[in-house]
């Protein structure tokens, strides 16, 4: 293959949100695929897809989507996956990869394994990327230049359709890691789930607080309720399915949670400056690293200004 050959003969999307339609403009900008086929099961999302111009070929039936396709990738809500890989997996080619983007691993493997044939390479993936918009409309092919991509290849897998999935995603953009499936949702446990579950109680209780008026909280949002409305505003259906899908390394990230919440809540009680201040003095520590690693702008106010306002904010997923 010569180095102005696409990567990928054909590449089949499944799938055509945030996630999905950037995916398609990556691979387009970076010349990755020969053919992009791009399929979900809503003709409107389809039609809108086809008039923003995402795939070469459209389809609605994911099995006849994925048919020649040399990598197949699910763009779609991880509950959604145990029933499009049986519908998908007699008509995978032989030596395709079959990935995704799921935020959780271990119901994925556990979903998608039995359906595929011993002849496809089943490598799972989860680019660390996002917005809180969805939809064909939300797509653009920057998303994914400096961010994580993790895979979590099974023990046997090919090490050349790694390398190969590997490679596409560095040509999107991405920094790309490998991990066991366990791991990586107890790591995404805390550093994504937890965040967006939080944030969606914090608003919910805004929303249904008495004592302060609705037009107050949206008033006066800016003192910092406001960020937490950017992750609370995040796909609903997503964050269902990772919810359910994620259940024990979630519920044990809450328990860890609480019980600083509730030491933190005794300090304030008792008036205890010290715990505080050198609570207050590790956070702004983590602040610092996660700016030195490149994975934030270091920048008053999140690099936001109001006369300027950027149009898609990215958000760890």
Known sequence: MSQSDPLFERVALIGIGLIGSSLAHATRRGNLAGEIVVSTRSADTLKRAEELGLGDRYEADAAKAVEGADLVILSIPVGAYGKVAEAIGPYLAKGAILSDVGSTKGTVVRD??????????????HPIAGTEHSGPDAGFASLFEGRWAILTPPADADP????????????????????????????????????????????GTADDLEAVSKSEVI????????????????????????CLSNRDAILEMLGRFSEDLASLQRAIRWG???????????????????????QEVDAPDFGRHPEIQPKKEQAAD
């Open 112 to 125: 998608v394994e039995p359906h595929v044939p011993a002849s496809v390479h089943f490598i799972p993936g």
């Open 160 to 203: 050349a359709a790694v390398d190969k999935l590997t490679r596409f995603w560095t040509a999107c953009g991405s920094k790309v890691d490998t991990m066991d499936p366990d791991h990586h949702d107890r790591v995404l446990a805390i550093v994504s789930h937890l965040p967006h579950i939080i944030a969606y109680n914090i608003v």
């Open 219 to 242: 008033k006066y949002s800016a003192s910092g309720f406001r960020d937490f409305t950017r992750l609370a505003a995040s796909d609903p259906t997503m964050w269902r399915d990772v």
């Open 272 to 294: 205890d400056g010290d715990k505080l201040f050198d609570l207050f003095t590790r956070t702004r520590a983590v602040r610092r690293s996660i700016i030195e690693a490149g």
